[in-house]
């Protein structure tokens, strides 16, 4: 597809549950970002890959988040053992380079119950 | 240290108003600069951009200047439509190490017909 692309759309787990949200970029697009998005917030930065290399996961909330693009291209961010608080809607985003905008995914939105 | 400020919502236009939603920052550098607007239910999607002092960005009528001096991105339409309806973020990209955009906290636009 043209654009970025996530799924779900929507999950909802159950407090204590692992979940996988999945990103696909746009095709060519070197970097990679994952941001989280709590109600009526803007945006905060998680991880960035550069290819498939994590160069920055200073944002991660905690060592339950990983985040993989094994290959450089699709991405997957993990959460295990899901808390209330990780209820959010997570964005992925690329671009062709650092140095160019960041195009945006609808967003994968997580309810834990 | 680097950060964003933008002005708080929620705003209420007529159709065919004049808007400005104010943004400054505060950097070591030369941030690029963005504003990013989402609408209900959808990802975020690019408006406009601008990469150096004095550059106007522009897009759907949308205009925004960046002003060193007063270190501001401030977005003007004038003459808003109801379709314009969404939240808008103010987004810089701060030099250095770090790469994602840093999201203002959004501002909310209603406008009636």
């Known amino acids: 597809g043209a654009g970025v692309s996530q799924s779900p759309r929507y999950k909802v787990a159950k407090r204590g549950q692992d979940v996988a949200l999945r990103c696909d970029p746009i095709s060519g697009h070197v970097s990679l970002f994952w941001y989280q998005q709590a109600l009526g917030q803007g945006p905060e930065f998680l991880t960035y890959f550069q290819n498939e290399a994590q160069l920055d996961k200073s944002g991660l909330p905690s060592d339950r988040f990983f985040a993989e693009r094994p290959e450089g291209s699709v991405s997957t961010l993990k959460i295990q053992r899901t808390q209330q608080e990780d209820s959010a809607v997570y964005l992925c985003a690329s671009s062709l380079d650092d140095n160019q905008p960041q195009h945006f995914g609808d967003g994968t939105r997580l309810s834990i119950l | 240290g680097n950060s964003v400020t933008q002005m708080e919502g929620p705003v209420t236009l007529s159709e065919e108003a004049f808007l400005t939603i104010n943004c400054t920052y505060t950097?070591?550098?030369?941030?690029?600069l963005f504003w990013y607007v989402q609408y209900p239910g959808e990802g975020l999607q690019l408006l406009l951009k601008?990469?150096?002092?004095?550059d106007k960005g522009s897009n759907k009528g949308f205009e925004a200047t960046y002003r060193k001096e007063t270190t501001s991105f401030h977005l003007e339409k004038g003459s808003v439509q109801v379709s314009d309806s969404a939240v808008y973020f103010c987004a810089p990209l701060f030099r250095g190490s770090a790469r994602q955009l840093t999201f203002g906290s959004g501002t909310q636009l209603t406008v009636l017909p």
């Open positions: 950097a070591t550098g030369y941030p690029s």
């Open positions: 601008a990469t150096k002092a004095d």
